[in-house]
């Protein structure tokens, strides 16, 4: 009897067995090539794609000393216009740069004088060092899974601290731009008078500013460079995805002796699988994105079904989608709200809780995304940052919850009953220094914390699902 093609693929997956050692996850890097000093302090925020990687390979040192010249300049340039603006002092000479200079001086010398150690001006000039460098360390922590490459969770902090210190190098022409505005303020001070021009001009500029920022600080640390060194750079053993018992040498049609789960189904080709927002293009992926958030809010099921050794790019750009969805999704039940409510149809209240709930859900996700990294690899051992990012970056659906408790609130505050004296908003005294705080603001930081308590506790729901993922 002449056995079919059904048959013959049954004995070939019968026969077939799981290899030793799975492949690397990742290729080797490009080699990292010396960017001259000079050169990155004048030009790493031209070109932050180019020489960011390579600058963020290098020493630690090379970063504070472009830190430290970057503050020096800064600190110069605005002396010289802050002088020049308060003292209508003209800037022809290298006399009157001094000059200038030396009265910018005595003047914050003055007000450092004029009060006690604790006063404003003494405590800003004690905390210009120390604040800066906290608020570095803070981002450079929220960058690491933007920068996560394979290699160690020490080497992705480190070429993330790197990376934003190099990025301060943008103060050097932002402090140039503003000394020269200052220091010309005669000329164009007339046009302040006229405030739609200047309200468009601020807009333009602020969004020139951040679009710059990201652009430093993100593409900086776009990709890694350097020696092949960390977890995604080595074969690995593979594990079951359940339970995580080795599975080398087991046949592919077998089930895993620990658990039960169909060998085939740790392997590539398995149950994980690229998710939809990574099939898709076009409006695909927004009907994807949406077909997407319900799944990750209801189980933690989801999160065994995804790549998460390859496919940080599109976990990345799902999470600023799931971010820009939730926020028009809010605004917009807002705006039918106070429609209905109100009978009114401006947008500035509507636009300060827009700014309010992304504000929220930006330093948010950045501060779960650390804990819950640093859960991954002390509580399941996960060594590869990129695993957790990719977890992390897909659990930004689970904001849903947090911003519609800041929809619900400021949806309350537009109210006139929010303005009334009733037995809801009664103040309660407290014997603090808050004084005497609304009572709906209690019940919001209840169930804002609940929110986030939520999202941290389905967080690590995924973690523990992806922690002996083989693909």
Known sequence: MIPDQASIAAMDMDSKQVDPLLPPTVTVPEPARHVNFLTGLLFFWLMPDRCGPHLAAMSIWRALGAYVFSW??????????????????????????????????????????????????????????????IILMILAIGLMPW????DQTWSVFKRSLKSVYWSTTLLIPFSLVGAALAITHNAWSPWLDRD?????????????????TLRVLLGGASRY?????????????????ECGYRIVGLPLATNCPECGTPVGDSLSGGRRRPTAWQQRTGLGRLSALIQMQWPILRSPDFFKHILVHNGLDAARSFCLAT?????????????????????????????????????????????????????????????????????????????WPLILTVLITCAFMLTPIANAECLFLHKIPFTTLTGRIPIVVIIWGVLSIAAIMFWLKRLFAALRAVRYANI
């Open 72 to 133: 020096a300049i800064t600190v110069f340039m605005s002396v010289l216009g802050w002088a020049a603006y308060i003292h209508q002092m003209p800037w022809t000479g290298l006399q009157e740069i001094r000059l200038s200079a030396a009265c910018g001086v005595i003047s914050l010398a003055v007000l450092s004088a004029s009060g006690g150690w604790m006063s404003h001006p003494v405590v800003i000039l004690m905390t210009t060092f120390i604040s800066p460098q």
């Open 147 to 150: 920068c996560a490459g394979g």
């Open 196 to 212: 739609k021009p200047l309200v468009a001009a601020v807009i333009i500029i602020s969004a020139f500013i951040v679009v710059m």
């Open 225 to 241: 460079v350097g020696n092949p060194e960390g977890p995604a750079f080595h074969p690995r053993e593979p594990l079951c995805d």
């Open 323 to 399: 971010i820009l969805l939730v926020l028009f999704v809010n605004l917009g039940l807002l705006k039918i709200w106070s429609m209905l409510w109100l009978r009114d149809t401006t947008i500035e209240p509507l636009l300060w809780a827009t700014l309010l709930m992304a504000g929220i859900g930006l330093i948010t996700q950045p501060l779960l995304m650390f804990v819950g990294s640093l859960w991954a690899q002390l509580v399941y051992g996960i060594r590869d940052y990129r695993i957790s990012a990719i977890v992390c970056y897909y659990s930004a659906s689970l904001m």
